[in-house]
């Protein structure tokens, strides 16, 4: 009770800025590592929320890192807004921990569904919403399917893996290097059953180093598809034509898994939620592109879903 009455003194405490005539900012503290930003649509009494969860890496509540620009997950949340959707998207536990020159090696998958839960449960005691939707993007994806179970009204996909992720990482390495097939799938048996191994050629490294390994055995625990059988709220399935990291199968397994939700695919959006006229060396730029504007057809599919919540 007291942990939550001082997050109240937050929210009542911190600075508001107006971004656009239809919607203002609050920035939030909801626990030791997790700030964040409140986007509010103006004039109306009770929104929906969507709270928006990063994708893989140290990304933070604008879908950003260190040497990666493109201000996704802010586009997504002022074009919520704009269509009266108010959302909560925040810094990835890791980013603080990078500014703060203090990075806690013993960080886990599950540190990351601890974080979600405890901004759910933030905003399920906060009367001023209606609707509460977990969007996850990319790793995010499930994550958000561990948190929303049984606290949220509404699931969206954004670029999630149907495949564990051990397998999702066995396919990438086998069409981009498929001369350490063996090798990975060697290693991948070895996580997968809770070993750690520091058997890895050296170009795997980024990949598969010691350090790494105990977060990535305990994410290999997780089947997506297992998962979302579990989530018995509706769900909203999306993913891009033009992914270069997630194939449109990925969601498709998910929609078998979970025949009530809904599939949507997006022709030439691509994992960073931007449309792609042209080849891969357009998509892979785009990355660092933060001027492109979000994919359209992606905030109109999330808008109907929500809509028809209510």
Known sequence: MKSFCISLLIVFSISVSSQDSTYL???????????????????????????????????NRNGNQNFMKNNTLKKLAIALGQNRI????????????????NIDKNTMFDD???????????????ENFNKLIVIGHSQGSLVGILAAKDRADGFVSLAGAGQNIGNVIADQISKTAPMFKSDTDRIISSLKKGETTTDYPQALSSVFNLE???????????????????????????????????????????????????????????????????????????????????????????????????
Do not use: C
Not at 30 to 41: A, E, F, M, R, Y
Not at 45 to 58: F, M, T
Not at 112 to 125: L, N, P, R
């Open 212 to 310: 790494l390994q105990p977060f990535m055995i305990n994410w290999m625990q997780y089947d997506p598809t297992e998962e979302i059988k579990k989530l018995k709220i509706p769900a909203l399935l999306v993913n891009g034509t033009k992914d270069l990291q997630v194939p449109v199968e990925e969601a498709e397994m998910l929609q078998q898994a979970q025949p009530s939700s809904e599939l949507r695919i997006i022709e030439n959006m691509n994992h960073v939620l931007f449309e792609i006229k042209g080849d891969e060396l357009e998509n892979a730029k785009s990355y660092n592109e933060s001027q492109r504007p979000i994919s359209t057809k992606l905030i109109e599919s999330i808008t109907n879903f929500v809509q028809k919540l209510n």
């Open 86 to 101: 108010a959302s909560f998207r925040y810094d990835k536990r890791v980013v603080k921990q990078i500014r703060q020159g």
């Open 25 to 59: 900012e609050k920035e939030i503290s909801i626990s030791k590592w997790i700030d964040g930003t409140l986007l509010i649509p103006k004039d109306i009494s009770k929104p929906d929320l969507a709270i928006i969860i990063a994708g893989s890496g140290p990304t």
């Open 112 to 126: 990351f569904v601890t974080d979600a839960t405890d901004v759910i449960s933030f905003f399920q005691a906060d």
